[in-house]
């Protein structure tokens, strides 16, 4: 599978991005598609997780309430919609799929949010 992420840029704090996640190849309802983020100097974390199928999702505590995962079945698309920015989301953001629970082994090119104060 191949996945291409877009949508980073320069925010202001408190504004909002949506970051898009196309992939190509075979997928299964049970698979999974990952938002990962790797701020400058640090280790790369998970964001957000979600089933392809959509049921199943997670959000790390640090985004909890303000960024959502959700996908677009038909189109293969995974979405991040990311509100209520801070500095510290500051990081190029990377997805990943999970294919037959054989761990995050497909990534993207990753794309750069920059939420300026």
């Known amino acids: 599978v191949q996945l291409q992420a877009f949508g980073g840029g320069l925010v202001q704090a408190g504004g909002s991005l949506r970051l898009s996640c196309a992939a190509s190849?075979?997928?299964?309802?049970?698979?999974?598609m990952a938002w990962f983020r790797q701020a400058p100097g640090k280790e790369r974390e998970l964001a957000a997780y979600?089933?392809?199928?959509?049921?199943?999702?997670y959000s790390a505590d640090s985004v909890k309430g303000r960024f959502t995962i959700s996908r677009d079945i038909a189109k293969k698309i995974v979405y991040l919609q990311m509100n209520s920015l801070k500095p510290e989301d500051t990081a190029v953001y990377y997805c990943a799929a999970n294919l037959d629970n054989l761990g995050y082994r497909y990534w993207g090119q990753g794309t750069l949010v920059t939420v300026s104060s």
């Open positions: 190849g075979r997928t299964s309802s049970r698979d999974y």
């Open positions: 979600i089933r392809w199928d959509g049921g199943r999702t």
